[in-house]
């Protein structure tokens, strides 16, 4: 696919505006919390991991050669991998208290899945054979 490196870059910085935006609202504790902002929780910072490695793939996306494509995948599987996981622990029931998911949280899954589609596509020059 021809433009599937510059897809992909879209898709890093799509990621990076999901985890701006709300992933849940606890309604009980009156809490919004976004991949950067989880005040009033012990969840960290889920937004941190995604950007940094969202980040790292849009370089490599960027980047011609080979090895770059290859690191690309297991990139694109830690997105995959770490946005399930947030959706496993921000969207969890303590005690009967669910929060309420919001479209973001399913959105970063997506976009993840998209890049890694994106990975698997690289456009990469084969050099001639002078026979």
Same mark, same amino acid.
């Given at each position: 696919?021809? !433009?599937?490196?510059? &897809?992909?870059?879209?898709?890093?910085?799509?990621?990076?505006?999901?985890?701006?935006?709300?992933?849940?609202?606890? =309604?009980? !504790?009156?809490?919004? +919390?976004?991949?950067?902002? #989880?005040?009033?929780?012990?969840?960290?910072?889920?937004?941190?991991?995604? #950007?940094?490695?969202?980040?790292?793939? /849009? *370089?490599?996306? /960027?980047?011609?050669? +080979?090895?770059?494509?290859?690191?690309? *995948?297991?990139?694109?599987?830690? +997105?995959?991998?770490? @946005?399930?996981?947030?959706? *496993?622990?921000?969207?969890?029931?303590?005690?009967?208290?669910?929060?309420?998911?919001?479209? @973001?949280?399913?959105?970063? $899954? $997506?976009? @993840?899945?998209?890049? +890694?589609?994106?990975?698997?596509?690289?456009? &990469? =020059? $084969?050099?001639?054979? @002078?026979?």
């Amino acid at each position: 696919m021809k !433009h599937s490196q510059t &897809i992909g870059i879209i898709l890093c910085f799509a990621l990076f505006y999901c985890t701006t935006q709300p992933l849940v609202v606890i =309604e009980s !504790h009156k809490l919004i +919390l976004t991949g950067w902002q #989880t005040t009033g929780t012990t969840f960290g910072k889920p937004g941190l991991f995604l #950007t940094f490695f969202a980040g790292l793939a /849009a *370089l490599f996306f /960027a980047l011609p050669y +080979l090895w770059a494509k290859r690191f690309n *995948l297991a990139f694109a599987a830690l +997105l995959i991998a770490w @946005s399930f996981r947030n959706l *496993l622990v921000l969207s969890n029931c303590p005690m009967g208290d669910c929060p309420q998911r919001q479209w @973001s949280l399913y959105a970063c $899954i $997506i976009i @993840s899945f998209g890049i +890694l589609i994106m990975t698997f596509l690289p456009k &990469i =020059e $084969i050099p001639k054979s @002078s026979n």
